[in-house]
């Protein structure tokens, strides 16, 4: 059974930092290509940043330079540190692992960045 465990989300200031953590269980992790997207209320999910299983990385443009993806094959896990936090950052975060057809989703993580 495959499983996305998402943690780390929170409360946090404007221009604070926060990292996100994603274990995966039931996959070879090494493989997939793993991302994180949020979801705004009353706005469509968007992808943030996501990170093949070769190292390529891509990003939203809003968090270019804020925001860094990461993983660890070692310890299933994908990592998103989220720096200088804006308001319009507010949303629930999301991890997603993919590979070809299987696609599998976290069950989100609140952040919230608010004075």
């Known amino acids: 059974q495959v499983q996305l465990v998402e943690s780390g989300g929170g409360l946090v200031q404007p221009g604070g930092s926060l990292r996100l953590s994603c274990t995966a269980s039931g996959i070879i992790f090494s493989i997939y290509a793993m991302g994180w997207y949020r979801q705004a209320p009353g706005k469509q999910r968007e992808l943030v940043a996501s990170l093949s299983n070769s190292g390529s990385t891509t990003y939203l443009e809003s968090v270019k330079g804020r925001f860094t993806i990461s993983r660890d094959n070692a310890k299933n896990t994908v990592y998103l540190q989220m720096n200088s936090l804006k308001p319009e950052d507010t949303a629930v975060y999301y991890c997603?692992?993919?590979?070809?057809?299987?696609?599998?989703w976290g069950q989100g993580t609140q952040v919230t960045v608010s004075s």
């Open positions: 997603h692992a993919g590979l070809m057809q299987h696609s599998t």
